[in-house]
């Protein structure tokens, strides 16, 4: 898979203030790229499309370059005591991802370009928090690594966080492009995650993503790179012959794997969930789609400020929960497991 390029380009006038926004504004003008201006990250209008669904789709391919000005770190538990506001936006089509409601109208893929201040936040959390470990997520609204071999955000936070007492990092992705991210002195400090899942939730379910054996492959470039590595397993989704599609992914998992992978391996097993608002964005946004959202197979869960979610009945999620964990203490006795439902 080819890395991202953006086919439009917006920059808010005050991101050319920042060496990073004339650097992206000067490579995509070389670049032949449409650019646009927008007054605000959070404005962006005329996106190109006959209808809802084509903008959306070009929406996906539309790149904005602005500044973060809220600099107040959103809490991001139970996989972080932060998230570090990179990015926002991804260019992926996984039907089932919950950007999908959380961004609502915006869809576009945001990059953030005053990374100094977003640094000096995170010291200052840093340091209200030390001697205890920070942790900061950088993907907690985007795929980060899809987006910075354009920008270097990532990279330069990683080596920013790396050079700290009590900071540490980390973040998912499910794109191979980490070559420029190998050499970066990150001291230990950042986690690195891939997301993978079953052959068929791949194929089915999350197009314009790399493929598996390119994530893989990224994996052992990663720990040979000595990257703590870990990898998330989601969604975990009931589809035919799921026990054996998951028996799979972990036996080419630790075939492909290289040892020195393994050190300090962790997994994080998050069981699919869905909402009606949700449910009714991934039917329009992708009328197609196979992906099982019936209400009546499920069991509501309520959440936090009284709204709630459909998550798979007992019995099936127990059924999910012993088979994942079991599959990762056959093969990967050693590693760190989570599970989340």
């Not at 391996?265 to 949700?278: D, G, M, N, S, Y």
């Not at 009328?287 to 959202?293: A, N, V, W």
Request: with cysteine; proline share 5%.
């Amino acid at each position: 898979m080819k890395p991202f390029q953006p086919q439009l380009v917006y920059i808010e006038p005050q991101a050319l203030d920042y060496p990073l926004g004339r650097q992206l504004k000067e490579k995509f003008e070389k670049q032949g790229v449409e650019i646009r201006e927008t007054t605000s990250h959070n404005q962006v209008r005329n996106i190109p499309g006959n209808n809802e669904l084509q903008q959306y789709r070009n929406a996906k391919s539309t790149l904005v370059i602005g500044i973060r000005k809220t600099l107040k770190f959103d809490t991001s538990k139970p996989s972080a005591e932060y998230a570090i506001p990179l990015a926002t936006g991804c260019m992926g089509h996984c039907h089932y991802c919950y950007l999908q409601t959380t961004l609502g109208s915006k869809p576009y893929i945001r990059t953030y370009v005053n990374v100094d201040e977003i640094f000096d936040a995170a010291d200052q959390y840093i340091k209200e928090r030390a001697p205890e470990i920070t942790r900061f997520e950088a993907a907690c609204t985007s795929d980060i690594v899809g987006i910075d071999h354009l920008t270097h955000t990532l990279k330069k936070t990683i080596e920013h966080i790396g050079q700290t007492d009590h900071g540490l990092l980390r973040f998912v992705t499910k794109y191979h492009h980490v070559d420029h991210l190998l050499d970066a002195n990150h001291n230990g400090k950042t986690r690195f995650r891939f997301s993978v899942n079953s052959d068929h939730v791949i194929k089915k379910f999350e197009p314009g993503t790399s493929s598996f054996l390119e994530r893989i492959e990224a994996a052992g470039k990663v720990a040979k790179a000595d990257y703590p590595l870990g990898f998330i397993v989601a969604p975990l989704i009931l589809h035919e012959q799921w026990k054996e599609g998951y028996l799979d992914l972990f036996e080419r998992l630790e075939a492909i794997l290289p040892p020195y992978a393994t050190k300090d391996l962790t997994f994080e097993l998050i069981q699919h969930r869905f909402t009606k608002t949700a449910k009714n964005v991934i039917k329009k946004r992708y009328p197609k789609t196979k992906l099982e959202m019936n209400e009546e197979e499920r069991k509501y869960k309520w959440g936090r400020y009284g709204r709630g979610k459909y998550v798979y009945k007992n019995e099936d999620a127990s059924a999910l929960k012993e088979t994942l964990e079991s599959f990762v203490q056959r093969f990967f006795p050693k590693a760190k497991v989570e599970y989340f439902t």
